[in-house]
């Protein structure tokens, strides 16, 4: 888990998250503050640091110094720690607005923004998960026979509560949602989905919370409506003043979602099988599946594996992390299916111009471990990254990948 240090203008620590930073003593912690005042007043830049046992980041907002101490290994990189950084921020703006964190002074700010302590708590465990370093939010595939039914109970639903985005989560994933919910930025969507988790178990089935989406309404607040409809099943929609959370329970709920109580019953059922498909290679160890249009993202390890859940979606973090630094960036895909920040002028097809050069555009990288083959291919609409076998044939590696990725298509990714 990362460690996190506020620090006001004037250099005083402001606020201290993480189990590790809380044994330092103050002397310690206020030199990391102290360091990037020295660098900025000689007029230089200090974006991030690596001692031997952890990397640090800084990154300043209005009114604000914030640092990121996180492990230091292979799982971690700069720019991912930075962009946790602008979610971490995020999560303190949720719950105040952007203008009234900034306004905040020392003896005040500890006191605002101690609703948000369990939501940063969320962030720092996140920093090297491999969904949020894909900036992928978690989704989980309905049953084909069940999909449209529950797509049509939540536009139904949508449309009483004259609210464009709505969700279905299913533990903490998405498994339906309006189109407008896909345009969320991957932040926003992020956070509230981490709200989620902290509000749960909602009581008395329900929760409304006034909220500041950081990069799509930073002064304009939302409610946000959570509902637990079964074990596991929750509705989460974003909405204005209208409509009353008791009129939502009492006239909209029920009516909109009934029909589709026996697919929310089948669809509850993915918070443990989560995603087993039957014709997908045994050879695969890991896999990772992100769409960057709609920041939705996908984790499958097998059941049978040997290695715990978690060292293997770590080593799938490094492999990720290896990956991008090869060159394999997924551009955000636009409507029409051109690339958003695509570089232009290239002179050989499927080739870019970046800084004046020429850049073969990546779409296929691998390596070699000593306990896995590791494989990352681009495809028109996602990136899919995976670990297999160390003594699986190099033959044999992307043939599977190939099958891992109709496998994909064919279930609805």
Not at 150 to 171: D, E, N, P, V
Request: aromatic content about 8%.
């Amino acid at each position: 888990m990362a460690g996190l240090l506020v620090f006001s203008d004037g250099g005083s620590i402001l606020l201290n998250r993480g189990a590790a930073l809380k044994e330092a003593g103050y002397a310690q912690l206020n030199v990391l503050g102290s360091v990037y005042t020295f660098v900025t007043r000689n007029e230089g830049q200090l974006s991030a640091a690596v001692a031997n046992t952890a990397k640090i980041v800084w990154r300043r907002y209005e009114g604000m110094l914030l640092t990121l101490i996180a492990p230091n290994d292979d799982s971690n990189s700069e720019d991912n720690l930075i962009n946790m950084l602008d979610i971490i921020h995020g999560a303190m703006c949720m719950l105040t607005g952007y203008q009234a964190l900034a306004d905040l002074d020392a003896t005040d700010f500890r006191l605002k923004i101690k609703p948000t302590f369990a939501l940063l708590d969320l962030c720092l465990q996140a920093t090297n998960e491999p969904l949020f370093q894909g900036q992928a939010n978690s989704v989980l595939l309905p049953p084909l026979t069940h999909g449209a039914t529950l797509q049509t109970a939540l536009h139904k639903l949508s449309y009483a509560m004259q609210a464009s985005r709505c969700a279905i989560f299913i533990g903490s994933a998405v498994v339906v949602a309006t189109p407008d919910w896909w345009t969320l930025p991957f932040e926003d969507a992020a956070l509230v989905r981490l709200w989620l988790l902290t509000a749960l178990p909602l009581d008395n089935d329900r929760k409304e919370q006034t909220v500041y989406l950081p990069k799509s309404s930073p002064e304009a607040p939302f409610r946000l409506l959570a509902f637990t409809v079964m074990d596991d099943v929750h509705v989460v929609a974003l909405c204005g003043a209208e409509p009353a959370l008791d009129v939502v329970v009492t006239e909209m709920l029920q009516p909109s979602l009934q029909e589709a109580f026996l697919a929310l019953e089948d669809a509850a059922k993915l918070v443990d099988a989560r995603w087993h498909p039957s014709h997908l290679p045994s050879a695969i160890q890991a896999l990772v599946v992100i769409d960057p249009k709609y920041h939705r993202g996908l984790e499958y390890v097998p059941p049978t594996s040997s290695k715990p859940r978690a060292d293997v979606m770590a080593t799938m973090a490094a492999w990720m992390v290896q990956a991008r630094d090869s060159g394999l960036n997924p551009a955000k895909r636009t409507d029409d299916g051109s690339e958003e920040g695509a570089a232009t002028g290239s002179t050989v097809p499927g080739n870019t111009v970046v800084d004046g050069l020429q850049r073969h555009k990546v779409t296929e990288c691998s390596s070699l471990t000593w306990h896995h083959r590791c494989y990352a291919m681009r495809h028109t609409r996602f990136v899919l990254y995976v670990l297999l076998p160390a003594k699986l044939a190099e033959f044999e590696v992307r043939p599977a990948v190939l099958q891992a990725m109709a496998c994909l298509e064919s279930d609805g990714f």
